[in-house]
């Protein structure tokens, strides 16, 4: 074994551009790849993973520390045989830039009418819409961690009305925010509804018909709009296409899905007034994670707390 403590790779991303952000990564440590079934993977200490496999565990039983390839962690906490070991979440500001990129992308998209527009481009049909300002909306976000309060500012920045939501009462200054208790409040001003909720067990299945008909009708768009970059478990997929179907809801983006690819035969793909995009709202940069994870070991091996760990109960 290496001096420092070797590391197994099993990320589900694109394997060129990983090997690639391999080359330099992790000087001085052993790097395995949980890909190569004939690998012994008993010597490794660390594990960087996103979807990882299902034997893992049970091939590399000596590791110390567990590293996610993205925010969430649902995943790594679903896969059997997982050790009582620290879970570090990836938490980076690249990662945080691009979700709350996407999430404005998405508002602005639904203000302007993007979903109509494209349809008629298809139909080589030239109508002008009525489009109120961003000032006429209400965008509440579900979720107000690191994600989640980046996205608040950037859509505020944008001239959108905001408004926040957390299980626990956070204060964001010039934001109005809810708790739980005050869920049913928060949906009945919001215009478009972000999530940007981790997966648990309070949060599976959380966006579906009951909440959706107590978000705000009759606002600036008509109909409300659901945006979810957050997790696909939370949504009920069936109530969500019943609600684009029936009107209640009048348009949604979707990067998350209950099952993932998306199948072909998902209705999400023809339906003109949603905007799907594969699970790439905020792709994790790989050099980033392998850098920020070296230093997590570094922290280790030293003897100091790791960062940004995980809270089992919490399931984030």
């Known amino acids: 074994m290496s001096e420092k403590g070797a590391?197994?790779?099993?990320?589900?991303?694109?394997?060129?551009?990983?090997h690639a952000a391999l080359e330099g990564a992790f000087p001085g440590r052993t790097i395995l790849h949980a890909a190569d079934k004939s690998a012994d993977l008993s010597q490794a200490r660390y594990a960087v993973m996103w979807k990882p496999d299902v034997d893992l565990f049970q091939r590399a039983p000596n590791l110390d520390v567990l590293f996610s390839g993205g925010a969430g962690v649902d995943s790594i906490l679903a896969t059997p045989g997982l050790p009582d070991r620290p879970i570090v979440r990836f938490v980076d500001q690249s990662l945080t830039t691009r979700m709350s990129e996407w999430v404005v992308l998405q508002a602005l998209s639904h203000l302007r009418q993007m979903p109509t527009y494209l349809a008629q481009q298809r139909r080589s049909e030239w109508r002008e819409l009525a489009q109120p300002e961003a000032k006429d909306l209400t965008v509440g976000v579900m979720g107000l961690g690191k994600l989640g309060l980046d996205s608040v500012a950037k859509l505020k920045i944008m001239g959108f009305n905001v408004v926040g939501w957390s299980r626990s009462l956070k204060v964001i200054e010039g934001v109005e925010t809810f708790d739980a208790d005050g869920l049913n409040a928060f949906l009945g001003r919001t215009d478009i509804l972000v999530g940007l909720l981790p997966l648990t067990p309070e949060t599976r299945g959380?966006?579906?018909?009951?909440?959706?008909?107590?978000?705000?009708?009759?606002?600036?768009?008509?109909?409300?709009v659901f945006i979810n970059a957050?997790?696909?478990?939370?949504?009920?997929?069936?109530?969500?296409?019943?609600?684009?179907?029936?009107?209640?809801?009048?348009?949604?983006?979707?990067?998350?899905?209950?099952?993932?690819?998306?199948?072909?035969?998902?209705?999400?793909?023809?339906m003109d007034?949603?905007?799907?995009?594969?699970?790439?709202?905020?792709?994790?940069?790989?050099?980033?994670?392998?850098r920020n994870a070296e230093v997590q070991m570094q922290r280790f091996e030293a003897g100091e707390a790791l960062q940004h760990v995980v809270d089992r109960t919490a399931g984030y």
């Open 7 to 18: 590391v197994v790779i099993d990320l589900k991303f694109e394997q060129r551009e990983m």
């Open 206 to 224: 959380l966006f579906d018909s009951s909440l959706f008909a107590k978000l705000r009708q009759g606002g600036a768009l008509g109909k409300p």
């Open 230 to 270: 957050g997790r696909g478990g939370s949504q009920v997929e069936a109530d969500l296409v019943s609600a684009l179907e029936t009107g209640m809801l009048g348009g949604a983006s979707l990067d998350v899905f209950e099952q993932e690819p998306l199948s072909k035969e998902s209705p999400f793909w023809s």
């Open 273 to 290: 007034n949603v905007i799907v995009t594969p699970h790439a709202a905020s792709a994790s940069d790989i050099r980033a994670l392998f």
